[in-house]
C-alpha cells in the first residue's frame, strides 16, 4: 500500500520579471540601468499552502513594488542591489529565513555623436551581445552570489580542429584541423564573499573569457571552455566555481565539387540546429560540496 500522506516539500513564491530602467540623473548627463529582476521567499509559509491562511505571505504585489522602490537609491550592481533587497526581507519578517533573487541586465551604450557619447541618447550595448546575470541567495545569515552572463557571442575563423576522436559504424565527420570555431557563452560563477566590487569582477571574468578564446589552438569546445575557466579562477580568488553551457555553432564547409569550384575554408553554412552542447564545471580542487546554493538556479550541468 502506498502512502497517502501528503506533506508540502521545498516552495518559494515571488514576483518574476519585474523589468526595472533607473535613470539617474546627472545634470543633463543621464545613465541608465536596464535589469529584469525575480523575487522569491523561502520561511515559514506551510499555513498557507495547508490552511490557506495568509498571515506570513508577504504578497507578490508587494514584492514588485519592493523591487522598484529599491531602485530610487540606485542599483549599483546587480550582485549589490539583490542583497539588499534579500536581506530586506530576512531583517524586516521574522518568518522569512531566506530566498532567491535574480536579475538580467542589459548594457545601453551613449549613441555617438560628433565623436561624443550623447548625454540621454543610448543604443543596446554588450559587445558580444550577451545579457548579465546575478543571483543572491539567503539562507539565513549566509549569503550567495552567483555572477553570470548569457550569450556572448564569440567566433574565430582558424586556430581550431577536431581529430582523434572514436570512429564506429554511425561516424560520418571527418577530422579537421582548421575550422572555424563559434559559441555563445553562457556562463555562471560562485563567489565566495559578498566583499567585491561586482562590476569590476564581472568585466575582468568577461574580458579574460574573451582573451583566452582567442590565445590557443583548441583541439575541442571541450578544451577551450576549460581554459577559458581555469584562467578566471587563477586570476580571481573571490570565485571558487564556474559553471559554462556552450552550443558547438558548426560552421559546414559547402561542398563546391559539383559547381567545378573550390572552397578553401572561404563559403560556409551556418548550421541553427543541431548543434553541439558543451557543459562543464571548473573548481577549487579544495572546495566543499557546493549543490546546495546551486539547487533552484538556473543552471546546467
Ligand atoms: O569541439 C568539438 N567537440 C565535440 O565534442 C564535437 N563533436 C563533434 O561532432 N564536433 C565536435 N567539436
Known sequence: MSNTNIVLGDNQFGKAENHLVKVTKNGDRHTIEDLTVISQ????????????????????????????????????????????????????????????????????DRIPVNGEGHDHSFYRGGSGGETRTAVVKIDGDQQYVIAGLEDLSVLKTTQSGFVGFPVDQYTTLQETTDRILATSVTGRWLYNTTDVD????????????????????????????????????????????????????????????????????????????????????????????????????????
Not at 259 to 273: I, K, L
Open 198 to 301: 561586482f562590476n569590476a569582477s564581472y568585466a575582468s571574468v568577461k574580458k579574460i573569457l574573451l582573451e583566452v578564446f582567442t590565445n590557443h589552438y583548441s583541439r575541442a569546445l571541450q578544451e577551450t571552455q576549460y581554459l577559458m575557466g581555469k584562467a578566471v579562477l587563477e586570476a580571481h580568488p573571490e570565485i571558487d566555481e564556474i559553471k559554462f553551457s556552450m552550443p558547438n555553432l558548426h560552421h559546414f564547409v559547402v561542398d563546391f565539387t559539383p559547381y567545378g569550384m573550390e572552397n578553401d575554408n572561404e563559403v560556409f553554412w551556418a548550421a541553427h540546429s543541431p548543434y553541439g552542447q558543451i557543459e562543464g564545471t571548473l573548481r577549487r580542487e579544495s572546495l566543499g560540496d557546493t549543490d546546495k546554493i546551486w539547487k533552484g538556479v538556473p543552471a546546467f550541468v
Open 41 to 108: 521567499l523561502h520561511g515559514d509559509f506551510a499555513s498557507a499552502y495547508y490552511d490557506g491562511n495568509n498571515e506570513h505571505v508577504v504578497p507578490t504585489d508587494t514584492q514588485k513594488n519592493t523591487v522598484f522602490a529599491f531602485a530610487k537609491d540606485g542599483v549599483g550592481s546587480p550582485e549589490d542591489f539583490l542583497l539588499r533587497l534579500g536581506q530586506h526581507y530576512v531583517d524586516d519578517f521574522e518568518w522569512v529565513t531566506g530566498g532567491r533573487w535574480a536579475a538580467r541586465q542589459v548594457e545601453w
